[in-house]
């Protein structure tokens, strides 16, 4: 195959290419969705095994139900918490963590066999093919970072680690920018930032990124039930006992009180910097941020205040993906450059 027909190829291919990364996505979208109603149900725990492919199937018979159930209530969760529930209980919290875990099976085969079959057929040229392959290996040690974060549950307490649950929601929305990071850039070519425009658009996804993962600690902590005040918290601008526990780096993991003083205020100063690239861009990408962070804090808000009802918070969690994707889509339209040129297919008469 010449170089002529193979870029050809690529070009023609790369709707349908971008077409499956945003689907792909989208699917992430959802999964992170899931897993937040995952953890506001408290079902996290209810599934003890991880089986890769076997655990697709849930029990299709009382039998096999009364096995998952008797599992359960050998961990702390179930002799602390949740003491007495019936079979049927125990199903409720069982499917979401199923769901949970099933849609991450259809995500991995979603993105490898499109994946497969474009690199086979020459619809991706060298250096996304190469990015798409790293993306679908940590997409691999996503799904075992979850297990790991399941695991810190079972033994000795009666949740999973907010360190674990931090880092399990920061890599699936890392994965989720850099699949719109890939899709959007398509066809194009783009440069390392110049500006100070630039700069900042990147320091603001990096934000957008350390807020969701801050976000993380606060649903770790379950932080949103307590303290349900706004615009003052525990009434006061800064409240005391933000550094009550020693040492003193321990508050910004471990304390409730300072894990959400401190997602907050990020929130406040991400709304300052958006605000001032809108106003100094003034393009449709930085308007449509600050209309989706301004859209975030009033669901944050909102949220807090109503102490975290499943719909809410799940919308909340929704409306952080889709600042973090304005945010990359802002990045993209900053640092995108002309068009890849494309060789026409020439054919031999």
Request: hydrophobic share 55%; proline share 3%.
């Given at each position: 195959?010449?170089?002529?027909?193979?870029?050809?190829?690529?070009?023609?291919?790369?709707?349908?290419?971008?077409?499956?990364?945003?689907?792909?996505?989208?699917?992430?979208?959802?999964?992170?969705?899931?897993?937040?109603?995952?953890?506001?149900?408290?079902?996290?725990?209810?599934?003890?095994?991880?089986?890769?492919?076997?655990?697709?199937?849930?029990?299709?018979?009382?039998?096999?139900?009364?096995?998952?159930?008797?599992?359960?209530?050998?961990?702390?969760?179930?002799?602390?918490?949740?003491?007495?529930?019936?079979?049927?209980?125990?199903?409720?919290?069982?499917?979401?963590?199923?769901?949970?875990?099933?849609?991450?099976?259809?995500?991995?085969?979603?993105?490898?066999?499109?994946?497969?079959?474009?690199?086979?057929?020459?619809?991706?040229?060298?250096?996304?093919?190469?990015?798409?392959?790293?993306?679908?290996?940590?997409?691999?040690?996503?799904?075992?970072?979850?297990?790991?974060?399941?695991?810190?549950?079972?033994?000795?307490?009666?949740?999973?680690?907010?360190?674990?649950?931090?880092?399990?929601?920061?890599?699936?929305?890392?994965?989720?920018?850099?699949?719109?990071?890939?899709?959007?850039?398509?066809?194009?070519?783009?440069?390392?930032?110049?500006?100070?425009?630039?700069?900042?658009?990147?320091?603001?996804?990096?934000?957008?990124?350390?807020?969701?993962?801050?976000?993380?600690?606060?649903?770790?902590?379950?932080?949103?039930?307590?303290?349900?005040?706004?615009?003052l918290i525990d009434g006061a601008v800064v409240p005391k006992g933000l550094f009550a526990a020693e040492p003193w780096w321990r508050n910004l993991f471990e304390n409730a009180?300072?894990?959400?003083?401190?997602?907050?205020?990020?929130?406040?100063?991400?709304?300052?910097?958006?605000?001032?690239?809108?106003?100094?861009?003034?393009?449709?990408?930085?308007?449509?941020?600050?209309?989706?962070?301004?859209?975030?804090?009033?669901?944050?808000?909102?949220?807090?205040?109503?102490?975290?009802?499943?719909?809410?918070?799940?919308?909340?969690?929704?409306?952080?993906?889709?600042?973090?994707?304005?945010?990359?889509?802002?990045?993209?339209?900053?640092?995108?450059?002309?068009?890849?040129?494309?060789?026409?297919?020439?054919?031999?008469?």
């Amino acid at each position: 195959m010449t170089a002529e027909t193979l870029n050809f190829r690529q070009t023609a291919a790369t709707p349908y290419v971008r077409a499956w990364l945003f689907g792909v996505a989208a699917l992430i979208f959802c999964m992170v969705i899931v897993g937040g109603a995952t953890r506001l149900t408290d079902s996290g725990l209810s599934i003890t095994e991880w089986k890769p492919l076997l655990g697709a199937i849930p029990p299709m018979t009382e039998a096999q139900w009364l096995d998952a159930f008797r599992k359960y209530q050998q961990i702390p969760e179930y002799h602390l918490v949740n003491k007495g529930m019936s079979l049927a209980e125990f199903e409720f919290i069982y499917w979401w963590e199923w769901s949970h875990r099933f849609l991450g099976r259809v995500i991995g085969l979603a993105f490898f066999l499109p994946f497969a079959y474009f690199a086979v057929t020459g619809a991706l040229n060298r250096s996304t093919a190469i990015r798409c392959g790293i993306l679908f290996i940590l997409g691999g040690l996503q799904g075992a970072l979850g297990w790991y974060m399941v695991a810190s549950g079972l033994v000795g307490r009666v949740d999973v680690s907010q360190y674990r649950l931090a880092a399990h929601l920061s890599l699936a929305t890392f994965i989720y920018g850099a699949i719109l990071w890939v899709g959007f850039g398509l066809g194009r070519k783009r440069h390392v930032p110049e500006t100070g425009g630039q700069w900042l658009a990147l320091l603001i996804a990096a934000l957008v990124l350390l807020q969701i993962a801050a976000g993380g600690f606060v649903a770790g902590l379950d932080a949103g039930f307590g303290y349900n005040s706004w615009p003052l918290i525990d009434g006061a601008v800064v409240p005391k006992g933000l550094f009550a526990a020693e040492p003193w780096w321990r508050n910004l993991f471990e304390n409730a009180l300072t894990v959400q003083f401190n997602h907050r205020n990020l929130a406040y100063v991400i709304f300052l910097l958006v605000a001032a690239q809108a106003y100094a861009a003034r393009s449709r990408a930085s308007l449509l941020l600050l209309l989706a962070v301004l859209a975030q804090i009033a669901l944050g808000v909102w949220t807090l205040l109503w102490a975290v009802p499943l719909w809410l918070g799940l919308a909340h969690q929704g409306g952080a993906m889709v600042v973090f994707a304005a945010a990359i889509w802002n990045l993209h339209t900053m640092l995108k450059g002309e068009r890849v040129p494309v060789l026409r297919e020439v054919r031999v008469q």
